[in-house]
């Protein structure tokens, strides 16, 4: 004749690490026995929400390694599923600066040809991406001097991007202008 044991759980509260309690109890008129177990996290877990949460609190600090990050792992899926989707990515690659040469130096208005070539820097950026990305899924991502270039893209928009965010989170705010005091003279 075994003792019945029912366990019944007490819920945790909500934002707080307390321990979860079990209360069970035994029947027979017998006092129910607590059981109270720690929440503790192991180290490892500890160390990943910790890195988690430094990535999470730095995203947009680090945002082009996280775009390379993501080219390189969506070449990698289109060169083995479809790798003659590179065409697709070839074509534009040459067509997107013989475009913008086009109206550079043709362009009829003048305020488009000054446009297109503010826009310099945009178009070669773009088409070598474009050009990196078409080579990367035709023979893979991993191929070294892809993978290399990739890194020193990557490192060399990272670099910008931080020296751009710097630069204008320095730059100060123009002064507000006190509203003028209209007084009226009797």
Known sequence: MGSRIRKSRIPRQRGRRSPAA???D???GTQPLVVVMSHRRPLAGELALATA???WRGRT???PTWAGAALF???GVLSVAAPAAGLAFAVPALLVPAGWAVVRRWHPRSAVRRRARSLTRHVLASS???AWTAAAVLVGPANWPLAGLLLAGTTAGQAAWWHHRRSHAIT????VAAPASDSVQS
Do not use: K
């Open 22 to 24: 079990h209360v069970i």
């Open 26 to 28: 035994l029947g027979r």
């Open 53 to 55: 949460g430094a990535l």
């Open 61 to 63: 600090d680090w945002a």
């Open 73 to 75: 792992t969506a070449t």
């Open 128 to 130: 070598a991406a474009l």
């Open 172 to 175: 100060p705010l123009p002064p």
